[in-house]
């Protein structure tokens, strides 16, 4: 059985996870001579990790009684960031 300790320590290394591939397509959209489908593959991946990780966040954050509070990952708040 998982301690809330350890339950803790893996979700928070989930989110981690998640939150490196953002970062890893966010790059992806920086690379030089990207086409236009490949940024539109890669922003719409982009929408549905942020999502993703919204929905995920807010789950632990029930789970764990966090007091945090978490940034839009709306669609609205994902065309501001690749703006």
Known sequence: MLTKDKLAETLLNELKEECFIVLSLLNQLDTPGISE????????????????LEIHARE???KLTLKVSFPDFSTSGLQHICR
């Open 60 to 62: 632990r954050k029930k």
């Open 37 to 52: 489908t490949q940024e539109d593959e890669i922003l719409g991946e982009l929408s549905a990790r942020l999502t993703h």
